[in-house]
């Protein structure tokens, strides 16, 4: 793969990042906004002290999401893209749609449910503003082990089809994956700071609409990378493949 079709796929996994931003962003807007503001308001009922707003609610839930959500899309579309070049044909025979498809799920998987699994997502008022330094720091601990495991599993999973075969080799592979992901839940410390009074309700349906904006945005990038992507790396046929090899010969 050379430098221009790099390019062409960081340019086309930006674009698609772009494209899952704007999904995701509606989702966000029409299910993760009112947890928010039910959040506050319970903030605000038992919060003794009155702090000024540096910018207004309002702002923080039109352009403040846009602008965050947009730039995440796109700055984890590109890093996607690279991953893409350098999975593509390395984790098994599979065109350009399918492994666009399976990074996305595997980025899903160990991006942010692994950490969301030990330290799930939580609303304003929930947690204590001293620990916000330790939580922030655990959960990129969880999430770099989260990749690291992913990538230990596949690397695991290829050594052992040869041997095993492709489907034990799997099988194996994602059994030492949640194995080793068992083991860090259960040695990283765990942390519980929801206060006293706070709707077990509002805090489940935040959790859900923040795993359903992860959802559309991966499962949407991997759709439309894929396709992208699939027309600078177009797939050979069998018929082209067998015709080239006597040909190289």
Known sequence: MNSVTIRNLLVRGMLAGLAAGVLALVVAYLLGEPQVN????????????????????????????????????VALGGIAALAF???????????????????????LLAVYLVPFLKYPANPPSVGDPDTIGKRTALYF???LLGILLAVAATILGRRLAPKLGNWYATVAAVASFAVAIGL????????????????????????????????????SFGLVFGHLAERVVPTRSPATAAGAAPAAS
Do not use: D, K
Request: proline fraction near 2%.
């Open 85 to 107: 070049c350098f999975a593509l044909g390395r984790i098994g025979r599979f065109g350009a749609r399918a492994t666009a498809a399976l990074l996305s799920g595997a980025a």
């Open 141 to 143: 601990l969880m999430m």
């Open 184 to 219: 860090a839940y259960a040695f990283l410390p765990a942390i519980n700071e929801v206060p006293h009074g706070f709707s077990a309700t509002l805090l489940w349906q935040f959790r859900l609409s923040a795993i359903a904006i992860q959802l559309v945005l991966w499962t």
């Open 38 to 73: 039910a959040a506050i308001a319970f903030e605000e009922a038992h919060s003794h002290e009155h702090e000024m707003e540096v910018v207004s609610r309002g702002v923080q839930s039109t352009a403040g999401l846009a602008t965050g959500v947009l730039v995440y899309g």
